[in-house]
């Protein structure tokens, strides 16, 4: 596995690559889970070649001591990587990626500026940043994103559209911890209590999809809301029932559209988001 630092060194391994069948690239911030290397070996069985890139973007951190706070281990994840069958991994400084200031604004047309963008003001424009950066360098011809952050993948779909890029965006399934939390680089952050009382989440969130015969949307997301914050543990800061495609809530369960819940509770000091899609 090529370890590489540097956009002129990335560039040359790439070219490589290309000549030689696809390329599949995961981007991360690090602080590997088997969420991530589920991303790894989905890449791994559609390409040729396996690409992670690992940076932590102060871009789309709205939290100068969340971004400090930010879990790093970097050589465990280089050793995770190589186990799980990638083939480069791209660890650049923010010099590396942001040589000049990018002063760049993406217009998403509302997508985000609801749940994550509501809370997270200029998170998903930083994202967009870093993302498109990283597509014009491992021009990939697929990319892998998990559905925990659901709101990113939608906002990454529309921002390869925009930029017309001939990149196939990939969405992956959660992958949980055996209680049912949602794997998290985050989630290193939690004491053993935070993390075994973290596990409601998902358990209200799959009993929404029972709930949602009995109650009005309105009702169920006021039931969700005030069971989860009954424990003393966790609180709810938004929790949403949205069309699938555009992120626009849902006020009638008669409306026709896929629909999923998602939810962001502070575990502690601790920020969890999880998601369900509804049947």
């Avoid at 939290?63 to 280089?78: F, V």
């Avoid at 990149?167 to 055996?178: H, Q």
């Avoid at 973290?198 to 009993?207: C, F, Q, V």
């Avoid at 949307?217 to 966790?234: A, F, G, H, R, Y």
Wanted: proline share 4%.
């Amino acid at each position: 596995m090529f370890v590489i630092n540097t956009r002129l060194e990335l560039r040359k391994k790439l070219a490589q690559f290309r000549s030689i069948g696809t390329i599949g690239c995961v981007p991360t911030m690090g602080a590997l889970h088997n969420g991530h290397l589920s991303l790894v070996k989905r890449a791994a069985s559609e390409n040729t070649f396996v690409t992670v890139s690992i940076f932590v973007n102060p871009a789309q951190f709205n939290d100068s001591d969340d971004l400090k706070g930010y879990p790093r281990n970097l050589e465990t994840d280089i050793k995770m990587l190589e186990k799980a069958g990638c083939h480069l991994v791209f660890v650049p400084s923010e010099k590396e990626i942001y040589p000049e200031p990018d002063n760049r604004e993406f217009d998403f047309e509302g997508l985000d500026e609801v749940m994550e963008g509501r809370f997270r003001k200029g998170h998903f424009n930083g994202v967009a940043q870093v993302v498109s950066i990283l597509f014009d360098l491992f021009e990939p011809h697929r990319a892998y994103f998990g559905q925990k952050d659901f709101q990113q993948y939608v906002i990454i779909k529309r921002l390869v559209e925009m930029l017309q890029l001939p990149i196939e965006i990939v969405p992956c399934p959660i992958v949980r911890e055996k209680n049912g939390l949602a794997m998290s680089s985050r989630n290193e952050l939690l004491s053993a209590a935070e993390r075994e009382n973290a596990a409601i989440i998902y358990k209200i969130l799959k009993e929404v999809n029972n709930q949602k015969e009995l109650k009005s949307v309105q009702e169920l997301k006021k039931w969700v809301v005030d069971t989860i914050n009954k424990n003393p543990l966790l609180n709810v800061e938004y929790f949403e029932i949205v069309n699938y495609d555009n992120l626009q809530s849902v006020n009638d369960w008669d409306e026709i559209n896929k629909k999923v819940a998602c939810i962001a509770v502070y575990c502690g000091k601790v920020r969890l988001i999880d998601n369900y899609v509804l049947n």
